[in-house]
């Protein structure tokens, strides 16, 4: 189910593509750049946040800003901004925060979905103490993901909620498409594919229809193991979809 997302995240995580992005930043003029982060979208928000980890603004700001006219989204241009605008403590902070979340999918990957929602509800903590309400967003969509997997439908749903309406309210398509996709596959463990599709449409606006496809293809690809079938899940298809929509229009 949601244990082969966090797969392909975790081999993201272990990929050189991060960190390569992050140093052709340096080198690449503006338009080459936009091109690369269009070959490997999933790879952009690391390469942004090691570059913040490492203090090279810079980097960030261009890996954003090529990010935003790749794909239509300037969600990360504006968190680059909010960055440097803050104190070394909150900078201090949602790097440590940051290095947690990446922390729980490695756990995840490793021991299990309750060792990853641990570190995640830690991350969380943290995150909201510092009023970074991109961390938080993130890290509620991860517990709901691992409460998912655990089977824990309920309290999944709650989390999986509040990170939907916390990334809508503050523009961050891809946590808040991942959510929609990830609340679908509540509703078909429940086996109500129909209000999957419903619940979906009732949540997204009007520009953000390719969420709404995108939600109910997840949920339907999604594995059943309590109907004891496996069916693949393509990474992060939510966003994927979604992103290549924006491409289009």
Not at 92 to 104: C, I, L, Y
Request: net charge positive; aromatic share 4%; hydrophobic share 45%.
């Amino acid at each position: 189910m949601i244990l082969a997302r966090f797969g392909c995240l975790l081999a993201v995580l272990q990929s050189p593509a991060s960190d390569s992005l992050r140093l052709l930043a340096i080198r690449l003029p503006p338009s080459s750049l936009v091109l690369e982060v269009r070959e490997r979208p999933l790879s952009v928000r690391d390469a942004v946040n090691e570059s913040l980890r490492r203090g090279e603004l810079d980097a960030a700001g261009k890996i954003a800003a090529a990010y935003a006219v790749a794909w239509r989204d300037s969600f990360l241009v504006r968190e680059v901004a909010r960055f440097a605008a803050w104190p070394a403590a909150r900078r201090s902070a949602k790097v440590a925060v940051d290095s947690m979340r990446r922390a729980g999918i490695k756990a995840f990957g490793g021991d299990g979905p309750h060792a990853a929602v641990v570190l995640w509800r830690r991350a969380l903590t943290r995150a909201t103490a510092n009023g970074d309400s991109a961390g938080m967003a993130t890290l509620l969509g991860n517990i709901g993901a691992g409460l998912l997997e655990e089977g824990q439908l309920d309290s999944a749903t709650a989390y999986l909620e509040r990170a939907r309406g916390l990334a809508a309210a503050i523009g961050d398509l891809r946590v808040e498409a991942n959510a929609v996709g990830a609340l679908a596959g509540t509703r078909e463990e429940r086996g109500d594919l129909a209000r999957c599709a419903i619940a979906s449409v009732t949540h997204a606006a009007p520009r953000r229809t390719t969420i709404i496809l995108a939600s109910w293809q997840s949920g339907s690809a999604m594995s059943t193991r309590r109907n004891g079938t496996s069916t693949p899940r393509s990474c992060s298809i939510a966003a994927t979809v979604a992103m290549r929509s924006r491409q289009r229009t």
